[in-house]
């Protein structure tokens, strides 16, 4: 931990630590996680996303061995299957499986069957018929893994599915603030900008909600999709009525624990969004002066990849109060967690 120097992440709990990776289970700590497949945290319950938080735990203590390397899911195959193009997510699951020592095998868009006009449907049959434990797919369509995972045997882990979810994301979101401020019960969180095209917020608009965290939402009116926000709120019980949207920055970020902000999503964008960088820029921009208005303490996110000078300054994306280096190290932990827990006997299917 180089960057956020001044930042004191809490020792990893002893909670839960080591029956994950060692096989001897501790019926204290008994995960409550019983799921096939992971698709979205909407219908997660508080539960399961601290039992996920939990398994991490013992991941984590495994990534910071020398030898990172433990056999729980020695004889498990997992097949990533990416759609759309990305570099940490992708790297982080093979690395996952890895530590944990399943065999990992990598497919993509480009040089894959896709390419020559096969279905989703199709390669995920040709996939099954290879006896896969776990497919994590990627795709550029909302909802393309609810598809798989209503006919495959397989586990169905969504790494990131167009605009709709992307729940490892918030995972590893929830365990960096977890580490860094020990609860996520009464904090308030600023997510900022690109609400729309962004399948970060949406996920974490479920988790953070659920786990008892005040979201306020800011960026461009018409980056805001209000009707997805206003019709939960609308609902009595339903978690996000702890979310409000404040449209100036300056008023968002005062008393701020998290600053989350998001990347601007350029291939995404359809044009009359934004009127240009700069001006989204020089109102919704984090720079030192903005973050001074959150509390002293407050952490600053962001899921990657970052546009530095667009939504971010570099002085903050790489000052003492980022914690964006921890999210990369977090999402392979959350990530072996997930392997670990979708394959676990028991399970029921949900
Ligand atoms: N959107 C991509 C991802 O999270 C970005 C990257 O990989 O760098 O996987
Ligand atoms: N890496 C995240 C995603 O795939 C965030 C982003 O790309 O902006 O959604």
């Known amino acids: ?45 508080v539960d399961e996303i601290n039992a996920v938080l939990q398994n991490a735990n013992a991941m984590k203590e495994v990534l910071q061995r020398d030898i990172k390397k433990v056999p729980t899911l020695r004889g498990k ?28 095998i990598n497919v993509s868009n480009s040089g894959s069957s896709a390419e020559k006009g096969e279905s989703l449907y199709n390669t995920a049959l040709t996939l099954q018929a290879m006896n896969a434990d776990i497919i994590v797919v990627r795709h550029p369509d909302s909802g393309a893994p609810h598809f798989l995972s209503r006919f495959l045997d397989a586990s169905v882990i969504n790494a990131g599915d167009g605009l709709h979810a992307h729940p490892t994301q918030s995972l590893l979101d929830m365990y960096t603030i977890k580490e860094y401020l020990g609860e996520i019960a009464g904090l308030k ?19 953070l909600t659920k786990m008892g965290a005040n979201i306020v939402l800011c960026g461009p009116p018409t980056l805001m999709p209000t009707d997805f926000i206003n019709g939960g709120k609308d609902m009595e019980g339903h978690p996000f009525s702890a979310v409000t949207i404040e449209p100036n920055l300056e008023k968002a970020l005062e ?23 700069r001006e989204y ?9 903005r973050l001074d208005l959150a509390k002293p303490g407050a952490l600053v996110m962001h899921p990657g990849p970052m546009n530095e000078g667009v939504e971010i300054d570099s002085e903050v994306a790489h000052g003492a109060r980022s914690v964006i280096e921890a999210q990369v190290t977090n999402g392979v932990a959350i990530r072996m967690a997930l392997l670990y827990s979708v394959v676990t006997p028991g399970r029921e299917s949900i």
């Open 1 to 45: 931990m180089t960057k956020a120097s001044q930042l004191e992440a809490k020792t990893v709990s002893e909670a839960g630590k080591s029956h994950l990776v060692n096989g001897n289970k501790s019926s204290e700590h008994e995960p409550t996680f019983r799921r096939r497949h992971v698709l979205d945290l909407d219908d997660f319950s």
């Open 77 to 104: 195959s997992v097949i990533t299957l990416f759609y759309e193009n990305s570099t940490r997510t992708r790297v982080s699951f093979e690395q996952a499986g890895k530590i944990l020592s399943a065999d990992v």
């Open 189 to 207: 969180v600023v997510i900022v900008g690109d609400m729309l095209y962004s399948r970060v917020a949406r996920s974490n608009l479920w988790g």
């Open 255 to 277: 008393g701020a624990d998290v600053i989350m902000t998001l990347r601007l999503q350029l291939e995404r964008q359809r044009a009359g969004h934004l009127p240009t960088l």
């Open 281 to 289: 820029s020089k109102i919704y921009g984090i720079n030192q002066k």
